[in-house]
């Protein structure tokens, strides 16, 4: 079966002889049709994220593991969701071939070995809570399932991202096959399969998070206060939320332990902040069932 991730664009075909303008056209052309291809696969995605939102109910974590672009996007979206969420950073995991030194520099050969792929979730103890999901463009790095395979031993729930039609794998729960096309340089997989890519994953750890009651409406009041911009993003939120100016909710921010979701409850509901934090944790920190 051909992999059309290596395929020739034809609409690209004559590259080298376009205008700058030309080709951002082309480009921006070819990235309209992606999220209506990832729209086609949403069931299969529902069904992963699931998966995981149990899981996370149930003590385990969520790992991707991918080589080259996969893997660093891979990582990049673990690494957004302590600060953004508030979770521990051992919840969501970025797994790359080759290590750390993947991350800003190409590591020949990593994503062929498939026994390093087995190493690396036998360090990470996977089991049957976690979910292992792998992201391959062409959908055969020996890497990636070389996890695979060692995770589903482990009785660990599997999935893979691909962007070519492949043959089911017989330790591979989900495999989400999206057909985003040829690239705009051939083979080039970090164009329009690594879009796609940061789509997905954003799709999978934010529709995560809202389920384990990590926003309220679409405030994102479960943030790790780390940095001036999250304490400016904090106090505003309580600010809109409560109705109170920016100086009284920073003081309530200050008050609640820099916990926006306590500050809430401890204005709207007039607590104190030990009966909000208590009152928060009977309702598995869902501020919207706390404030009813």
Do not use: W
């Amino acid at each position: 079966m051909k992999k059309i991730t290596e395929l020739k664009n034809p609409l690209s075909e004559n590259i080298d002889k376009m205008s700058i303008s030309e080709i951002l056209d082309l480009i921006s052309n070819e990235d309209e049709n992606l999220s209506r291809q990832i729209r086609k696969k949403n069931p299969d995605l529902e069904q992963v994220i699931n998966v995981i939102i149990n899981a996370f109910k149930n003590g385990g974590r969520l790992l991707y593991v991918g080589c080259g672009s996969s893997g660093r996007l891979g990582v990049l979206d673990a690494a957004e969701c302590p600060p953004t969420f508030s979770v521990s950073k051992y919840l969501v995991q970025g797994i790359i071939a080759g290590g750390n030194k993947a991350l800003y520099q190409s590591i020949e050969g990593a994503e062929d070995d498939f026994n390093q792929g087995h190493i690396a979730i036998e360090k990470k103890k996977v089991n049957s809570n976690d979910v292992v999901f792998g992201i391959s463009a062409n959908g055969s790095a020996k890497f990636v399932l070389g996890a695979l395979k060692y995770a589903k031993k482990n009785k660990a729930y599997t999935s893979l991202l691909t962007f070519n039609n492949i043959d089911n794998i017989a330790y591979v729960d989900k495999i989400i096959s999206i057909i985003v096309g040829p690239e705009i340089i051939s083979g080039s997989t970090r164009m329009k399969a690594g879009t796609a890519t940061k789509m997905i994953l954003n799709m999978i750890t934010t529709t995560s998070m809202i389920k384990i009651n990590k926003t309220y409406k679409n405030y994102m009041v479960d943030l790790k206060i780390s940095n001036q911009k999250l304490l400016d993003r904090g106090i505003r939120i309580i600010s809109e939320i409560t109705g109170l100016n920016y100086k009284e909710s920073e003081n309530l921010l200050i008050n609640s332990k820099n916990n926006v979701k306590v500050a809430i409850l401890m204005e709207v509901k007039k607590i104190s902040y030990n009966t909000a934090f208590k009152k928060l944790k009977l309702n598995n920190g869902n501020l919207r069932k706390a404030l009813n």
